[in-house]
Each structure stands twice: as structure tokens, then as C-alpha cells.
């Protein structure tokens, strides 16, 4: 029973996750920049902070039950970041021969995510 809830609560995390990453594509954010995927940019990003952060967090500082650690981590986080979002739009720039875009893109959104990571773990710890 216990792998159940586990499982429920991946799966909802996963729905609200990736209903999150869509409102964001639809949202003002995919039409600033023409030819940038912006949107999957921002969500990489964010997301990439909020798995650094939220794992310090659910695990040294607030005592939660697995069960709600699946339900934010692999579920909401594995849902809302889109890396296989992210490989299609670098195809699509390459495709296009749009190459500096595509370098800027990668580039941010690699550098980005890690930093990102390194911020939320950092500024986590400075809560526990």
C-alpha cells in the first residue's frame, strides 16, 4: 500500500508539474523573444534552482515523509523541467543553421541550470 501512495503522489506531482510548464509556454514569456525558446529557458533554469533548493531543504531542514519528496522532486521537478524540450530546440536552431542562437542557448541553459543548482543548494543551507 505504501508503494501506492508513493507512486499517487509522483503522479500528481507530475500533473501539477507539467500543467505549470505549459501555463508558463503559453504565458507572455513565449512571445518576448521571436527565435529564443525563452519559456523552456526560464523553466530549465527555475527548475534546476528549485530541485538544489528543495532537496537540501526536505531533507536537512524539514523532516517530510518520502511520499512528499517523490511528489516534489521526481514528480512536479521531473515534469516541469524539460530537457527533451530543451534537445528539440537545439535541433531546431542547428536545423535552421541558426548557431549562435543555438550556442547562446545551450550555453545559458546549461550554465545556467548549474548555477542555479549551486544558488538554491547555497542559499538552502543558509536556512538549515
Known sequence: MEALSK???????????????????????????EKFPLPTLVINVSGSFLIG????????????????????????????TTFSTFEMEIYGLASNRDYLTNLLYLLLS???????????VRLARLLV
Open 53 to 80: 533548493f528543495l532537496l537540501i531543504l526536505l531533507t536537512d531542514r524539514f523532516d517530510v515523509s518520502e511520499t512528499l519528496r517523490l511528489a516534489v522532486v521526481v514528480g512536479f521537478l521531473g515534469a516541469f
Open 7 to 33: 507512486i499517487s503522489a509522483v503522479a500528481v506531482g507530475g500533473a501539477l508539474g507539467a500543467v505549470t510548464r505549459h501555463l508558463i509556454n503559453v504565458s507572455p514569456l513565449a512571445s518576448v523573444f
Open 110 to 120: 546549461v550554465v545556467g541550470g548549474f548555477v542555479a543548482v549551486l544558488v538554491g
